[in-house]
């Protein structure tokens, strides 16, 4: 029998679901060298700022920022540098598509690893404007004092 690893996640985009509405979301494989996956194991990852696009039929994901290897010396990868995601083509398609209507945009939420390899999870989203951040925000707070009130009647 073998025994498959758990998914253990590498860094995680808490802002995007603030700033996005997320609609579809994608897991894709990426193409890393050597000290990037070993920087990556050491949880060493930024997803702050970045976001990924469709050029020339490929996905690529930009402004990924993974931290030099701290043992790597001259073999060290730049932090920044542009990765390409590996996807099947129907669904390059198909992502081609959805980001040319307006406003949607495709924003890694998270980097994990998945059976020894490392996946990318990201959505395809519109950019929400101020007023629905206020909207979510007083509607999350509603739900925690409701929440709160039914666990003190208890």
Known sequence: MVKKDPIKIVCSNKMARLNYEITDT???????????VKSLREGRANLKDSYAIVHEGEVYLHD???SPYSFGNRYNHDPLRVRKLL????????????TREKGFSLVPLKM???????KV???????KKLYDKREDLKRREA????????????
């Open 26 to 36: 994608f897991e894709a494989g990426i193409v890393l060298v050597g000290t990037e």
């Open 64 to 66: 990924l920022h993974i």
């Open 143 to 154: 739900d925690r004092d409701i929440e709160r009130h039914f666990r003190l009647r208890r």
């Open 112 to 118: 994990y690893f998945k059976n020894g390899h490392i």
């Open 121 to 127: 999870e990201f959505g395809l989203g519109r950019g």
């Open 87 to 98: 996807l099947h083509k129907a669904e390059i398609k198909r992502l081609y598509g959805r």
